[in-house]
């Protein structure tokens, strides 16, 4: 046995242990890794890179296994649709067409080559294209900005050789998933209409090309009810339509034919998930009719393959969760998706179908953290307000380096997601294990209103936005002080978006947490209702009510409207170029309680939007909200952290 086995954890107060997951190590050694296409034989993705800036870099993997960036520096793959973006590039035959975010225009590549501007017109931006190889043209997702208050949202085509555009389909609100038949003759799509989001309710419908190109014989997948919810509509190699849909209250897989709509694994699982962005695919269809699909069940995700013939699934068994981005070769013999697991961080991964054999081909980091400091996410499900339960995972402490005095508790965070029509995972987070690995528990909460549980759970949010999620982050926080497994005394809440929402309201309305952290959150739902982007601005129509006929409850449920029952300290972080939630909801609920005299910091951040890419801001927010619980729970942290301004902190 080695000295450093042999050696004794030390004794270190909770909060104060010294952790190998630093802030520099998570911002300096991890990309993110989405968005997986195929071309032939190649592999693409896209890779986030925090320190080149946040920059959405094009990557190919060659059938010989040679892994190479596609776009050169400074072009930065990533659209501004619908303001989350997603699907911003289309590959075909060895070409490229991207969307380039400094611009909102589209760019042409072949591999090998420089881009060259492809769109023609001003004001325009583009998302969630396919080729249409007959025509030679993408037909894209399109979002016009050029007049008008509220940007005009339509299906549009775009002429490879030329960049004219021809508009396909219009009049709705808003349009995705755009998908053409093998053989070119026909175009699905989904739209939906104000004040529906889509996971509310959605329209799939179907059309074929004339002669011309355009458009004729619209007609609609029949709905089972007003509020049914279409995700992922695809083609299969025969030319039959697939496609998701809430119908039986969860996301399941279905198959639309002469015989009329058939679900092909009928199952209280989610084999979709909200669309806050273009792209996602959950499935993908094989040569010989069966399909790969991942599925949520118990907030464990599964892959599976699915035979429609016989309503067969037959599992895959993998070490891993959190999979999405499914694709599948031309020849149906191997799978891509971007998986993590507990212990491991996201990569992209190949299985070879047959075999099962399964090779990761693209890392998110190549850091490998000693178990000894990572927390395994243990689920949780607690009970909350009306006699029902809520859902979460718990993160114990842990470092192997370190013990507590004995009879000390830890200080909790309970993290509030983002959405809120979202949910946590239990895949290894970096930034979860940093707050584990110093010596706090932590408490990633599925709130009522959460996805992964079926449309009941899901829809539990709805006109109750700021009362259902504030209860089950509060009862989920007390849920674990009553068993004595965190200190009661030092609860902490923390979320960015709308979990920033949801800590300031439980910081304001209810009397659990000590201190919280908003990282770009909502404190005035009015302001939000009056000032936000097209997407979200009818969302809260069914979160809280239509405004501003119910103009009372946002006021009733705005914590900028009752600062005065506000007493605890909280951290603000806000980028200063957020068009999804301005910065004057951050600075008049901060000069708020600077005026009230309650300990306050603010860290503005220039050229960031809604979340942090640049990797010395998400360093800086991660290091100063550990200095402030420091100073508000007693405690002195073992990294060396640059001092936070505290405000009213005597």
């Keep these: 046995m080695t000295e450093t086995a042999a050696k004794s954890p030390a004794v270190a107060p909770y909060g104060s242990w010294k952790s190998p997951i630093t802030s520099d190590l998570i911002t300096s050694s991890s990309v993110g890794i989405g968005a997986v296409a195929l071309d032939g034989d190649d592999v693409y993705w896209l890779e986030g890179r925090p320190k080149e800036g946040g920059r959405q870099v094009l990557v190919r993997r060659t059938a010989a296994g040679q892994v190479e960036d596609v776009t050169p520096a400074p072009f930065n793959v990533r659209t501004r649709v619908q303001e989350y973006g997603g699907g911003a590039y289309v590959v075909f035959d060895g070409t490229v067409v991207f969307s380039n975010f400094a611009d909102q225009r589209l760019y042409i590549q072949k591999v090998g080559e420089q881009p060259k501007l492809l769109s023609v017109l001003e004001g325009m931006r583009y998302a969630d294209a396919c080729y249409d190889a007959r025509r030679n043209r993408i037909v894209c997702v399109r979002e016009d900005h050029s007049g008008g208050v509220e940007p005009v949202n339509s299906i549009a085509a775009v002429e490879i050789d030329s960049g004219l555009e021809t508009a396909l389909v219009s009049g709705s609100d808003f349009y995705a998933s755009p998908r053409l038949t093998p053989d070119g003759e026909r175009l699905c799509w989904l739209s939906w209409e104000h004040p529906n989001m889509p996971w ?286 965190v200190d009661g005394e030092r609860l902490a809440i923390t979320g960015g978006s709308a979990g920033g929402y949801t800590t300031l309201a439980a910081l304001t309305f209810r009397d659990v947490f000590k201190a919280g952290a908003s990282h770009y959150g909502v404190s005035d739902l009015e302001a939000l209702a009056q000032d936000t982007h097209k997407f979200e601005s009818r969302y809260l129509d069914g979160l809280v009510g239509p405004y501003p006929e119910r103009r009372d409850l946002y006021i009733e449920r705005s914590p900028i409207q009752h600062v005065e029952l506000l007493s605890r300290p909280v951290i603000f972080f806000q980028g200063l170029e957020d068009k999804i939630v301005p910065p004057n909801q951050a600075e008049s609920m901060v000069a708020a309680l600077r005026e009230k005299g309650i300990p306050v910091a603010y860290l503005p951040f220039e050229g960031e939007q809604h979340g942090f890419r640049k990797a010395e801001n998400i360093k800086r927010a991660m290091d100063a909200e550990l200095y402030f619980y420091g100073r508000i729970f007693g405690f002195t942290p073992a990294d060396e952290i640059e001092p936070v301004e505290i405000e009213n902190l005597g």
């Design 200 to 485: 509310d309710a959605t329209k799939l419908t179907v059309a074929n090309f004339n002669e011309q190109g355009m458009l004729s014989g619209k007609r609609s997948v029949p709905t089972a009810s007003e509020r049914e919810s279409f995700f992922q509509p695809e083609w299969s190699p025969s030319g039959e339509l697939l496609f998701v849909s809430d119908r039986s209250g969860w996301w399941n897989l279905y198959r639309a034919g002469r015989g009329g709509i058939e679900n092909l694994a009928e199952k209280e699982a989610e084999f979709g998930t909200p669309a806050w962005v273009f792209g996602i695919r959950t499935y993908a269809p094989l040569p010989d009719g069966r399909i790969v699909a991942t599925y949520d069940e118990d907030g464990i995700s599964h892959l599976a393959v699915l035979d429609p013939a016989n309503k067969g699934i037959e599992e895959i068994d993998l070490p891993l969760t959190g999979l999405g981005g499914v694709r599948a070769s031309a020849d149906g013999a191997r799978i891509y998706f971007v998986a993590a697991s507990a212990t491991l961080p996201a990569a992209l991964y190949e299985v070879e179908l047959g075999s099962r054999a399964l090779t990761a081909l693209a890392w998110s980091t190549d850091l490998r953290i000693d178990p000894g400091y990572i927390s395994p996410a243990e689920p949780v499900t607690f009970p909350t307000e009306e006699g029902l339960e809520a859902h979460a995972l718990f993160y114990a402490p842990k470092n192997q380096d370190y013990v507590a005095p004995e009879g000390e508790k830890p200080p909790l965070v309970v993290m509030s997601h983002g959405g809120p029509t979202a949910a946590t995972g239990g895949t290894l987070s970096l930034s979860r294990q940093f707050w584990t690995s110093r010596g706090f528990a932590v408490l990633d909460v599925n709130y009522g209103g959460s996805s992964g549980y079926g449309r009941e759970y899901r829809r539990r949010l709805d006109g109750r936005w700021g009362i259902v999620d504030v209860d089950d982050c509060a009862n989920g926080a007390q849920y674990l002080a009553e068993r004595g497994l």
